[in-house]
């Protein structure tokens, strides 16, 4: 079997750099160690990325929301022969497969399987306990359809489906092999017992984010390889050492970039492109309190292969390019307001308390005055169901830079944030991005 692929994902609710840092980065490992490395997002993407991957024409990355193993990553392509061949095509093609025949349909959909098993019952049925039938010559048989000794019974399975899930009532049935088919029922391989009971682990780095509470379910079912960060340490916790980078930058995109030049290389202008709108993104176009030196010099860097002639982004400076990024951002109009309070969101556990953080950009914070009674109840629904002390989402005006906070069952201890009560109950934290 090939070697598999490393999967780059970034967090759930996907921002920007975190889509950005797990295509850039998945380019560089392909690119500087010949390995097989792809993009993924534990996520559905945010309109600000969505607007970003089409301007620069890049493919969005695979989503991945759980990295328990699934049927794809054993799964035998074997080749195939139908009901009307002869049995001596499938007897030609088990002695290369190793005493399996799949048998399909026109429309690619599982016939049946001939194996040893079926094949001996077949033989038990034709002879029986009739002497002039154990005439029968071999090659008599052998010229039988092969409709007649295929296992019709063979369970079906989908590539995706978890091995996890199914693997009990796998191994409680009668043949050592099982059907894998697609999403439209056609086979895609068979896949035997025994493969399944150790099957091989995802292969995982972690770009923007180390806490497993934010990462893709099942992480540790996956082999995890390697994490690059910039958020603070949220007690990951591995069976093995593995890489870790954790710096003080405003973006993920930032380290990745300062990889690609130690490394030599100059990157694509696409790719360069996503990068710089992360960056640009996580430091609100260099002006958060996060951005460093090296954020300015790694957007200089990413502009640098980011606007080249040709390229979609040919005509732009950092400045024009980050604010189209920030615009591109949905307000809260077209959005439910269950989905606002969802979309960025972060749990943290601290001082004796379970709560949740959630941010949405706007380009002007009266949008928060119409919707305000909806956003408080979606707030407190998801405090409830989440199971949370308390709930707070951030509206923050991207282009002015400030925010204002809604809360949910807010403790006391919280009444002395500096931030200035407004009578609807909200709070203003100027500068607070
Ligand atoms: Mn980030």
Known sequence: MASSPVYVIGHVNP????????????????????????????????????????????????????????FSSVVRRLDSSTPDEPLR??????????????????????????????????????????????????????????????????SKYAVNAKIRDVLN???????????????????VGICRQKDLLNPPRLKIVLVDHNEPSQSVASLEEAELLEILDHHRLGNPSTHYPIKMTVDIVGSTSTLISERIEESGLSQLPAIAGIMLAGLLSDTLILTSPTTTTRDHEAAQRLARWAFTA??????????????????????????????????????YNAGNFDFAIAQVEVSDLNEVTKQLDPLNNALDNLRKTKNLDFAMLMVTDVVRGSSRILFANVPAVLDDLPYLPLPDSTRLAEGVV
């Not at 499938?90 to 001939?114: E, F, Q, S």
């Not at 979609?312 to 269950?338: C, Q, V």
């Open 89 to 154: 095509t499938a007897w030609a093609l088990a002695n290369r497969t190793g005493g399996v025949a799949p048998v399909l349909n026109d429309d690619g959909t599982p016939y049946g399987l001939i194996t040893g098993r079926s094949l001996f019952n077949y033989l038990g049925k034709l002879v029986g306990s009739s002497l002039k039938n154990q005439d029968i010559a071999i090659n008599k048989i052998l010229e039988l359809p092969c409709r007649e000794a295929a296992d019709t019974n063979v």
């Open 310 to 347: 040709g390229s979609p982004l040919e005509k732009e400076s950092i400045r024009s390019y980050g604010e189209k990024i920030l615009s591109s951002s949905a307000g809260l109009g077209n959005r439910s307001s269950e989905e606002i309070v969802s979309g960025d969101l972060k749990i």
């Open 169 to 187: 009532r796998i191994l409680r049935e009668e043949g050592d092999e099982v059907w894998v088919v697609d999403e439209n029922g056609r086979y």
């Open 15 to 70: 921002d920007t750099d975190s889509i950005a840092a797990a295509v850039g980065y998945a380019w560089l490992i392909r690119e500087k160690d010949g390995i097989e490395a792809i993009a993924g997002r534990a996520g559905a993407i945010n309109s600000q990325t969505a607007w970003v991957l089409k301007h620069l024409a890049l493919e969005t990355p695979v989503l991945i929301n759980d990295a328990s193993p699934r």
